[in-house]
């Protein structure tokens, strides 16, 4: 197997890593290859540009820069961004490769993070077999708005690659660019990637909020310039030490008396850190807070957390710097990335010059910053100078920006910060995968009907699901969980459930035990006794089925002994018995006989699905709400076992 993916160097826990590669390369002419990419490079983000001008990065922002060839690797275009706490912007990076590679079908995508191909783990449970991490490397690829993966191949002639070896990537594009159809992903592995991407790109919007705060006029008039500056002051705040709150004793740059109320836009990430942190500012720093009463005192105390974020960034930034910041016009990617966004129709109708036309050039400059990071990288910024350069740079009037608050826009509401046990479950299933199929549970039921529904098939549920798991493939690297359990809704035929029941079980008329076997060796016996034959070959088998029946008499009385020595302790009276059983032991005993047949009879056998039901509940029981074996066994084999209602 080729080793080379382990010197892939470490990525760190909250980054993700892209590359983006021409699957038709020309590598005989490097500098032909190289002016090639920083084309397609202007257009590529020229055509993303729209979707990113007003996002908001937890950390990092989508970066883009030339690659050259080394070792194996071919030339390409790639980036890293860390994400943070905000796990959606990684997965918006998804989006943003699968829309480039639809929309420039000579660019396949590779992504990953420090668990590999986690696009493969969204779909984990559609994968075929053979896939696993170390067959995966260069073996997947957003190719054309969609997912592929090279197939294994496993004869001469077949369209593929070994599993036992990794492709080199070149080897892969031309496998890829060649076969494109056969190495498409198969249906509900694609199901399972869209389902994760679903929403966007309205998702964006979704995932912003609005809250009104109430904070120094400086940091109003940052955001209102630089909303992407909100980022590093929340992490400022939420990642602060007590040196840090040094600089927050007395505030030099936003003092608490030009406060003004503003609406600030957060993503729900940075909104939810910022508003759940508990925090008491020092009495020195003028920060007072109303009482909790109070119809603002959300604002105020909002507010006051920002300032104190912003101020630790200043505090951080150090001496100004005497060199200006290079402009991007001097950029020899600017000119062409601004020719392509006005044949996008970025700037839409509005006229050079004008105050809507220099606010979409400042995005425009600031996501250029941001995304070519051939000069530039995103993990070195300095977000207290850039804070410190807003300020130096705009004028304004604190009597205007106080005239602006009777206009400030509506809140958002944060009840999503709140959720349910119900809507929990409901997101894990849809996490799961299974409340897409499920069709039991998309309509809510009345009280009435959902205990009905529940009365009637958990529990049949819970006996098939793990006879199902327990018939399963297992091995050292765990057990899999059925995927019947996974991908469909359960019914069943009581007939067909009574009927399979008594066949594993033994009915009272066919019920199968040792005796048969005793009654086919007892048979066995008499016709040797009746046949005579001097035949070697004969004594030979005679005395192996002797031998068979004398090894199975010892075992059955073996396990006799076993069960008239377990029946009277704590662990045979822990178990239910069969009634059926039951009811044969109680006619037994009145019979006067006491022959060794008889109190065999009295052994009752176990009733194993309610044994095991009765235990299943019992462990659900002591977990109390919380999760534990039995829960998360079940909720993996897709069975819903409803809240326990008596809490005595």
Not at 354 to 380: C, G, N, W
Not at 530 to 552: I, K, P, T
Request: aromatic share 8%.
């Amino acid at each position: 197997m080729n080793m080379d993916f382990l010197k892939r160097p470490s990525i760190p826990e909250d980054a993700v890593q892209y590359q983006l590669f021409l699957v038709r390369a020309d590598p005989s002419d490097a500098e032909a290859h190289e002016r090639f990419l920083q084309q397609i490079l202007q257009n590529i983000l020229a055509e993303i540009a729209p979707l990113l001008v007003q996002y908001i990065w937890q950390h990092q922002a989508f970066n883009l820069r030339y690659h050259p060839e080394k070792g194996d690797v071919p030339a390409h275009l790639g980036g890293v961004t860390q994400f943070g706490d905000n796990v959606e912007d990684e997965w918006f990076i998804v989006y943003l490769l699968k829309h480039i590679t639809r929309t420039f079908s000579d660019v396949a995508a590779v992504v990953y993070d420090n668990d590999g191909q986690f696009l493969l783990i969204e779909a984990a449970e559609h994968l075929p077999k053979w896939l696993d991490p170390d067959s995966s490397e260069n073996r997947v690829f957003l190719f054309r708005g969609e997912l592929h993966i090279l197939p294994n191949r496993t004869r001469s002639g077949e369209v593929g690659w070994p599993r036992n070896s990794v492709p080199a990537v070149a080897q892969a594009l031309e496998l890829l660019h060649s076969h494109t159809e056969s190495c498409s992903a198969k249906q509900p592995i694609r199901s399972a990637l869209a389902r994760r991407l679903d929403g966007y790109p309205d998702k964006i919007q979704q995932n912003f909020h609005r809250a009104h705060c109430y904070v120094p006029a400086g940091i109003a008039v940052v955001l209102s310039r630089r909303p992407d500056l909100i980022s590093p002051a929340v992490s400022a705040f939420y990642l602060r030490d007590p040196v840090d709150l040094q600089a927050c004793r007395t505030f030099r740059k936003f003092p608490p008396d030009t406060r003004v109320m503003t609406s600030v836009k957060f993503t729900r990430c940075l909104y939810a850190q910022l508003q759940q942190q508990s925090f008491v500012p020092d009495r020195r720093s003028g920060f007072a807070l109303p009482t909790r009463s109070h119809p603002q005192y959300r604002a105020h105390e909002l507010g006051m957390k920002l300032a104190h974020g912003f101020e630790i960034l200043c505090s951080k930034s150090g001496p100004s710097s005497s060199e200006k910041e290079v402009s991007v016009s001097s950029n020899p990617l600017w000119r062409g990335f601004l020719d392509s966004l006005k044949k996008n129709g970025y700037f839409k109708s509005e006229l050079e010059g004008s105050v809507r036309y220099k606010d979409l050039m400042t995005s425009a400059e600031i996501f250029f910053r941001q995304s070519v990071t051939s000069t530039h990288r995103p993990d070195i910024q300095n977000p207290g100078q850039e804070v410190m350069n807003v300020l130096e740079d705009a004028s304004y009037s604190l009597e205007e920006l106080k005239s602006q608050e009777t206009h400030l826009p509506p809140e958002d509401s944060d009840a999503w910060l709140d959720i349910s046990h119900q809507e929990l479950e409901r997101l894990l299933e849809e996490r799961g995968g299974r409340g897409v199929s499920d069709g039991t549970r998309k309509t809510p039921l009345p009280d009435e009907e959902l205990q009905e529904e529940e009365a009637g098939y958990s529990l049949i549920a819970v006996t098939k699901g793990m006879k199902s798991f327990i018939n399963a493939t297992s091995s050292h690297e765990g057990a899999e969980i059925p995927r019947s359990c996974l991908a469909e809704p359960f019914s069943f035929d009581p007939d067909a459930v009574t009927s399979a029941l008594d066949r594993l079980l033994g009915s009272k008329d066919d019920e199968l035990d040792s005796d048969d076997f005793e009654e086919e060796y007892d048979d066995g016996d008499d016709n040797e006794g009746n046949d005579v034959n001097d035949d070697e070959e004969v004594q030979n088998g005679e005395s192996q089925e002797q031998a068979g029946a004398e090894a199975l008499d010892n075992l059955r009385k073996y396990m006799d002994e076993m069960d008239q020595e377990l029946q009277s302790t704590n662990i045979g009276k822990s178990f239910t018995q069969n009634n059926r059983a039951s009811n044969k032991a109680d006619a037994s005993k009145s019979s006067s006989s006491a022959s060794r047949s008889e109190l065999e009879e009295e052994i009752q056998p176990l009733d194993v699905d309610l044994n095991l039901v009765s235990n299943l509940l019992e462990s659900l029981a002591s977990q109390a709400g919380l999760a534990g074996p039995a829960s998360n066994l079940l909720q993996s084999l897709g069975i819903h076992i409803p809240p326990d209602a008596d809490q005595s």
